[in-house]
């Protein structure tokens, strides 16, 4: 009996844990980087577009010529719908991170469906040319998360760098925890906004930014968007 409890602990364990760890792949295929280290990098930035340090943000990557991808909230781009015509125009990837950014894995599936279709509406109207990317609020996922997405078209994308720029960080220890993780062909987690409100501050991760890009095109990476880091990685050789 004893064990037969035990047993089942763990199973919910496992699976609460598989439901929102970013590089699992026990409920679904998503993109986390690429299979074999590469000299690739894919810098992600969540919960914008943010005024100002969206805008911020625009700029460093620009001094450096590199392309991003943002993963935006639909609330957010109704606000702030400028901001968000400012990233696609600068050539960088939009995809998209639900309405009102809510933990998925406690949603039914027609409020999933929602989330996601009213964000690609909210972008739509804002006149952005996005991509068809989906990353889910705090990684949380489940199988009815993940096809609700494929049956919208889209591809889910988690990550496998992990900035918790979500922290009250300095930019410096920002860029220390991204650096013991990069392998090579990774998705980097950064967050350009806040999910509770457009105001959130953000400037320690404008300024890790340019700290991460200062050390790794210095030492010969290579940024890309993800739809361009899976494009490479499915269809050419490291």
């Not at 199973?11 to 690739?40: D, K, W």
């Not at 935006?72 to 600068?90: D, H, K, L, N, T």
């Amino acid at each position: 009996m004893v064990l037969t409890i035990l047993a089942g602990v763990a199973a919910a364990v496992t699976a609460g844990y598989n439901t929102m760890a970013p590089r699992s792949q026990l409920y679904g295929r998503t993109f986390i980087g690429e299979s074999r280290p590469s000299r690739r990098l894919a810098l992600t930035y969540d919960d914008g577009p943010n005024d100002p340090h969206t805008l911020h943000l625009l700029e460093v990557l620009a001094r450096y010529n590199v392309h991003a991808t943002f993963f935006m909230i639909g609330s957010f781009v109704q606000q702030r719908p400028e901001i968000a015509r400012a990233v696609a125009a600068a050539g960088h990837a939009i995809g998209n991170h639900t309405t009102t950014h809510p933990n998925l894995i406690f949603r039914h599936h027609r409020d999933v469906c929602r989330e996601i279709e009213t964000c690609e509406r909210a972008l739509d109207d804002a006149g952005v040319v996005h991509s068809s990317l989906f990353r889910p609020p705090h990684g949380g996922r489940t199988p009815a998360v993940l096809r609700t997405a494929r049956r919208l078209g889209l591809k889910p994308v988690m990550w496998n760098v992990t900035a918790w720029d979500w922290n009250p960080h300095p930019p410096e220890k920002i860029a220390r925890l991204v650096h013991r993780q990069i392998r090579g062909g990774d998705v980097i987690l950064l967050h350009d906004g806040g999910h509770l409100r457009v105001g959130a501050d953000r400037s320690a991760t404008v300024r890790a930014t340019d700290l991460i890009l200062q050390r790794y095109l210095g030492e010969g990476y290579e940024f890309v968007t993800v739809p361009e880091m899976m494009h490479r990685s499915a269809g050419t050789s490291n």
